[in-house]
């Protein structure tokens, strides 16, 4: 998607990421597609991704960002994050870096931490690495407050017991950031946040999920006993810091989620344009021709209005302006967005539309989760409520 209201600046990162999607992730994506499991890690695309130079949550966006002036971060991530979904998703999930585990610590890591977790387990290009970030339990999803994975003091360390499930890239990460309580009765006060890195004894990696769609996606279960880590490993030097990060965290992926699912929209749109192009030439000949290409109007001012969300919600994060609110409207507009692009596209493809080599039909299995992680549709309509017309926290315990 290159637009003439971006810079020059801001297209090279989209036709950079265009080469990276079109040459190793729809590739890789769709052999993972066949195989049914996710991308292994000795995977030659990753190799291959790596000797690019460019990580997307370290240096490659970094560098994009002058000295002078706003920061570019979050906008030249935002444009990233739609055109790499526009190839795959799920081999977009398995990249090396790392991942959702690294908002944390850049947001409250010490720079010891930073450097020993950010920089250094990255640098190198033949040694793919992976971080990965678990909050989710059984019984907290939506609810961080419930978490029950408990952290218990032990002189200079800390005694992790608990399990955490659906942690993407959980089962090749070199460390994970862990969401534990010192007090389950405590609620947010309570967690605090770990980095556990992979051997660590008493830290295992149990099922690895089989999905509807982000098939390329590691999807892992991790079990946490008597786990022994070492106190310096805690985020933020006082205490009460775990919720924090985990909320910060979502003021600035959930933009990024929300431009991935537009990316998978503009994907399946795509498809369905060619066909209708194909198909009803261009001189639509009857009212269901009409209707359909009705359909595909919407559904294509449904996914610009998504992403000038967020963009916005970007832009204020670059301006160092709070943008819970915007993030929030994002999340909650892009993913039925997409999902009426996608199943547009499937109803204008017809019976081809099931087909596997369509792709409009992995869209519509890829898109459903966007609905679902990094807070649901339900939850980020709660925020929005509370936070834009004050409505009262008591009664409504999602995480906001
Ligand atoms: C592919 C994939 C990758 C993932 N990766 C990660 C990861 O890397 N790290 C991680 O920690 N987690 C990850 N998750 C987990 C994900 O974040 C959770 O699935 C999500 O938070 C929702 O939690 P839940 O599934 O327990 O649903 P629940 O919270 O149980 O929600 C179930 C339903 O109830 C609704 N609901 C919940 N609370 C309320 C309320 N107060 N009011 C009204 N409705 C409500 C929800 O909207 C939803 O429709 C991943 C999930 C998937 C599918």
Redesign the pocket.
Known sequence: MIDSTLDAGFNNVVLMMRHIGASMLRPAGLEAERRGTAIPIDDPMFLEFNRTGLSLSTSGIRNSTPKNGPSRINRTAILAAEELAYWDQGACMSLPGP??GGPPIRILGSDYQKERFLETPFSNPLKPAWG?????EAA????VARIRTSARKDGDHYILNGN???????GRASWVVVFATIDPEAGRAGQRAFIVEKDTPGFTVGRI?K?MG?TA?E?ATLFFEDCRVPAENMLGSKGGSGFKAAMATFDLTRPMVAAMAVGIGRCAWNRAAEVAREAFGSNPSNPTEHKMLDRLAAARRRLDAARLLCWRAAWKMDHKENNTIEASMSKVYAPPAALFATTTAMDICGLAGVRHDMLVEKCFRDIK?FD????????QR?ILARRKFNYPRDG???SA
């Open positions: 991942g959702l990965a970030y678990a909050t989710t907290a999803g939506s609810d955490k499930m659906f942690i993407t890239n959980g999920e999905k982000l996606s999807t989760v679902i992680f990094e807070g649901t549709g339900e939850v709660i409504i315990s999602a």
